[in-house]
């Protein structure tokens, strides 16, 4: 059973920063791509980031120059570094990873996710 653990989520200000993490436990980290999702309340959950397994990632345009993706596979732990953060960046962050090796901006096609970790970016 594969589980996912966020962490680092917190309270900053505009123009701070934050790094979450997320580790993963029951397969072979190195061979699927991870994702990063967020939900702000009442809003839908969207695509924020994604990381193959070739450390190839893809960005969602609203936080390409600001978020980046990276992982280490030797700690099974993909993470993601949040700068220059606006209110708008408020919401739970969560990470998920597919079944398969593929990935998605779609949230419905993964199959496996951490219990999230807010994020609140004071004005």
């Known amino acids: 059973q594969v589980q996912l653990v966020e962490s680092g989520g917190g309270l900053v200000q505009a123009g701070g920063s934050l790094r979450l993490s997320c580790t993963a436990s029951g397969r072979t980290f190195s061979n699927y791509a991870m994702t990063w999702f967020r939900q702000a309340p009442g809003k839908e959950r969207e695509f924020v980031t994604t990381?193959?397994?070739?450390?190839?990632?893809f960005y969602a345009a609203f936080v390409k120059g600001r978020f980046t993706i990276s992982r280490d596979d030797a700690k099974n732990t993909v993470y993601l570094q949040m700068n220059s953060l606006k209110p708008e960046d408020t919401a739970i962050y969560y990470c998920?990873?597919?079944?398969?090796?593929?990935?998605?901006?779609?949230?419905?096609?993964?199959?496996?996710w951490g219990q999230g970790t807010q994020v609140t970016v004071s004005s």
């Open positions: 998920a990873t597919t079944a398969n090796q593929a990935w998605s901006a779609i949230a419905s096609q993964y199959t496996y």
């Open positions: 990381i193959g397994s070739g450390a190839g990632t």
